[in-house]
């Protein structure tokens, strides 16, 4: 069984560094194929793809956020985390983790998500 | 900046037919775009539907299907249930590996 789920700050300060950590359990981080994936969703928005670390340690980003977010994983640990430097209210939202299996195999699993909000 | 496209509402009676299109601003999605469906309800994460253009998870009701369809992906619901109404998202996969989600479509059921 598939379980994820985040943690991190439920409020930070504008220009601050968030970050996140996504456990995992019901899978490996290591095995060929898969990854897994950080998602997010401003309230009453739609969701926003963020990063995504494959189990061979390469990484992807959303263009637009790229210069912002850095993801790196803890493979026996079970972890995945996600920094996000220079705050804003904008980016006030909820943060998912997600499992990836494959490329066409995308986000089967889903963490319950966390609030993060921005404000001094 | 790629843009993945979805209908912001629909509403569709219980026991009707609706279908749901994911169009992407780079021309038309084909297979190779990997399209997923997933929806959410309020106050939960999203649910994986379909991966793939039209493959089914185990837990996706039968009234799921996906495919493609006038260069969109699409999502057709048939004999709609109450519990159908949500946000459905669709996320198409770009060479090189980015990832983007459409703007969503909010189903009523009425």
């Known amino acids: 069984q598939i379980t994820l789920k985040e943690s991190g700050p439920a409020l930070v300060k504008p220009t601050q560094t968030l970050t996140l950590t996504c456990t995992f359990s019901g899978f490996s981080l290591s095995t060929s194929g898969v990854g897994v994936g950080w998602i997010r969703q401003p309230p009453g928005k739609a969701l926003e793809w963020l990063a995504l670390i494959y189990w061979n340690d390469d990484k992807r980003y959303s263009p637009s956020l790229k210069s912002r977010l850095t993801i790196t994983k803890d493979t026996s640990k079970n972890q995945v985390v996600l920094t996000m430097t220079t705050m804003d209210p904008v980016d006030t939202a909820t943060y998912y983790c997600?499992?990836?299996?494959?490329?066409?195999?995308?986000?089967?699993?889903w963490g319950q998500g966390t609030l993060v909000t921005v404000s001094s | 900046q790629t843009v993945v496209t979805q209908e912001p509402s629909l509403t569709v009676s219980p026991g009707g037919t609706v279908t749901l299109t994911c169009a992407s601003s780079t021309g038309a999605v084909t297979s190779g775009y990997f399209p997923n469906w997933f929806q959410q309800k309020p106050g939960q994460a999203p649910r994986a539907l379909i991966y793939s253009t039209s493959n089914k998870h185990s837990w996706t009701p039968a009234r799921f299907s996906g495919s493609l369809i006038g260069g969109k992906a699409a999502l057709t619901l048939s004999g709609v249930q109450p519990e159908d109404e949500a946000e459905y998202y669709c996320l198409l996969y770009y060479y090189g590996g980015q990832l983007v989600f459409g703007g969503g479509t909010k189903l009523t059921v009425l």
């Open positions: 997600a499992h990836r299996e494959s490329d066409y195999k995308l986000f089967d699993y």
